[in-house]
């Protein structure tokens, strides 16, 4: 038990050691002469008024250098110039609008600082959170503020960076980039995970450091320079960061924490013995509900007055506040004033002492007087004086009640008899009227029935007449229905004759023409059909024949093309295979001759004739075969002789 309380005691010590020397100032090593350096810092969303921010500012501006301080809060961000200016005794320290989490406040800055500072030479981009909740641009407030706000500032002031060369970028990271993680598909958005917003963070600073790395890449050679820096351990701002209603990160042994109560506060004020304007003393007890506000500003303030002080602390300061003004507003009114409207009292304490209070950041929700009450009876003297006046008022309203009520009872009897009498004569008028009505409908009876008797007798005879014209109308009615059936037993029978008779005739002249259609159209039918076998057969013939000449016609191209290739010698085979066949022809008719009898007479020239013939023998040839057999040797030698 002794080494754990040991133990405890030194990590009490040591934390206590290490919150001394992370809140101590660093000592300035080296100031540089940065006159004629213009420097831009970010700060936190609060602006570079704390912590880190402002520290920086401050070191620049001890060495003269023209610090811009971009801050999203005008009133902190220019109050930390203001502090700087005082501290530095530099004036060219100013504040200029910036907030990291809407890019269109980005372009903003960027825009109003190109045109009216000609040079930058430092960029510090040093602002960052760690919270959840996503901007309006659609990106974790953790990832924008960090490093997207950033690198669009760095882009949209890199051009003015290069023109002021020698110049450099530093951005503040973190050794949490060590534990971050980039997820290309999920770029801008709060990571999943049971830490969400410590992971954001770290995927914030690691993007940090590569952006570093790829600006200084990209700028070698432009006397532009980028660093990526962890500061290492830091308390962070001295301005408080207050929150209402949800979280906040608070480191160990670093950060310090105290809570303030927003709870409905009730308060008891008692005033005793205080004199009015009429010098009564008066014991007043009031009960007001109060509760701290949570507007940021008045909670700030709320904040600065209470923050350490428990409740009754609170109830403490509230109480003599209202207490005084409750004194002052007594001094001022009647004993009657104060008794007889409670609620108009109590609502002049609520707006005397609503702006004393409001001032310390708290809100009156209700004053109502409970009590009020005196010593000297002086309450109670008024409450007798009220009470006889109150009696005899009673009095005097019973006995005017009482004389009232007996003329009214005089006033009612008079009233009954009247009624009674004007009732009395209506009732003789009415039996009268009665009587004479009662004759008259009596009268008027008998006279009614006289008039029934004699109308009965004659409508009796008008019914015996339309009785008797009904039976002449039922006869003639009677008759003409024998007359229409007759006529449709006519019309039956011709029906009959047309369904018997000439519709079977015109039946089979139908069906005996519809036979010869028929027939007519199997004719034609079958007239077309040989029509088209004729076609058809003419078609295939055709196309045998065709085919038959272009075989021919092929097979004579290529016996030319043989005869044109081997020249004499084919000529001669094909003339030799010919010979037989066209002996055969001209002997044909020939076989069918027993004997050749040639005669010849002195002038006969039957010779002449035989070598006439052999000459045509070659042009014959030549004519079917396309060889020219006078140009064959023994051709030749043959005609030659007979020549």
């Given amino acids: 038990m002794g080494w754990a309380l040991l133990g405890a005691g030194l990590l009490l010590a040591l934390g206590a050691l290490l919150r001394h020397r992370l809140r101590a100032p660093a000592p300035y090593r080296s100031r540089p002469d940065l006159r004629g350096r213009t420097a831009v810092v ?144 999920a770029l801008g958005r709060t990571p999943p995970g049971p830490l969400p917003t410590f992971q954001g963070y770290c995927d914030s600073k690691l993007a940090n450091v590569l952006h570093a790395r790829e600006l200084a890449t990209r700028l070698q050679g432009t006397q532009v320079t980028s660093y990526a820096v962890h500061p290492g351990g830091c308390c962070g701002s001295d301005v408080k960061q207050y929150v209402y209603g949800g979280w906040a990160w608070a480191w160990w042994c670093i950060t310090d924490t105290q809570r303030l109560s927003l709870e409905v506060m009730t308060i008891l004020c008692r005033c005793e013995n205080i004199e009015t304007s009429e010098g009564v003393p008066l014991y007043v007890t009031g009960v007001a509900q109060v509760k701290i506000m949570t507007e940021k500003e008045l909670l700030a303030v709320a904040c600065e007055q209470f923050l350490g002080k428990n409740v009754q602390d609170v109830k403490n300061v509230v109480l003599q506040t209202l207490e005084g003004h409750l004194r002052s507003i007594l001094g001022t009114l009647t004993v009657e004033q104060i008794y007889q409207d409670r609620d108009q009292f109590a609502k002049l304490v609520r707006e005397v002492a609503a702006p004393d209070v409001g001032r310390m950041g708290i809100e009156i929700l209700s004053f109502t007087i409970k009590d009020v009450y005196d010593k000297v009876d002086y309450l109670s003297s008024l409450g007798k004086t009220q009470t006889a006046a109150v009696r005899r008022d009673a009095d005097i309203g019973v006995a005017e009640a009482e004389r009232d009520a007996g003329i009214r009872e005089a006033e009612c009897k008079k009233e009954m008899l009247d009624v009674k009498f004007m009732a009395d004569t209506k009732i003789a008028d009415s039996r009268r009227a009665f009587e004479l009505q009662k004759a008259a409908f009596t009268e008027e009876v008998n ?183 006078t140009k064959i040797p023994l051709i030749q030698k043959a005609t030659g002789a007979q020549a």
Avoid: W
Wanted: with cysteine; proline share 3%.
């Fill in 447 to 629: 006279i009614k029935t006289a008039e029934a008797q004699l109308a009965y007798e004659l409508q009796s005879a008008r019914e015996q007449q339309k009785i008797r014209q009904e039976e002449i109308e039922i006869e003639v009615v009677q008759r003409k229905k024998q007359i229409d059936v007759e006529e449709k037993e006519i019309i039956r029978k011709e029906k009959e004759l047309i369904a018997t008779v000439k519709r079977p005739a015109e039946a089979e002249a139908y069906r005996i023409q519809q036979i010869a259609e028929g027939e007519k159209v199997r004719q034609v039918l079958m007239a077309q059909a040989e029509a088209e076998k004729i076609r058809k057969m003419g078609e295939a013939e055709a196309f045998v024949i065709e085919a038959i000449g272009m075989a021919e016609a092929e097979r004579m191209k290529l016996k030319a093309e043989a005869l044109q290739r081997y020249g004499e010698a084919a000529q001669l085979a094909l003339v030799l295979d010919a010979l037989p066949e066209i002996a055969a022809k001209v002997a044909a008719p020939l076989s069918k001759v027993d004997e050749i009898v040639v005669l010849s007479g002195e002038s006969s020239n039957v010779t002449s004739e035989v070598n006439r013939l052999l000459a045509e023998i070659p042009a014959s040839v030549r004519a079917i075969t396309g060889v020219d057999l």
């Fill in 42 to 185: 970010t700060g936190e969303r609060h602006g570079g008024s704390g912590g880190i921010g402002e520290a920086t500012a401050r070191g620049l501006a001890r060495c003269g250098a023209r610090v811009v301080l971009a801050a999203r809060c005008a009133r902190r961000g220019e109050a930390a110039a203001r502090r700087i200016r005082t501290e530095t005794g530099n004036p060219e320290v100013l504040f200029m609008p910036l907030d990291l989490a809407s890019l269109r406040s980005v372009r903003a800055f960027a825009s109003a600082f190109l045109r009216q500072e000609p040079h930058l030479h430092l960029l510090v981009n040093n602002a960052g959170v760690s919270a959840g909740g996503t901007t309006e641009d659609g990106f974790s407030l953790t990832f924008q503020v960090n490093h997207l706000g950033h690198f669009l500032l760095t882009q949209l002031l890199l051009e003015r960076l290069q023109s002021s060369a020698p110049s450099r970028v530093v951005i503040v990271a973190s050794a949490a980039h060590r534990a971050g993680r980039l997820r290309p598909a």
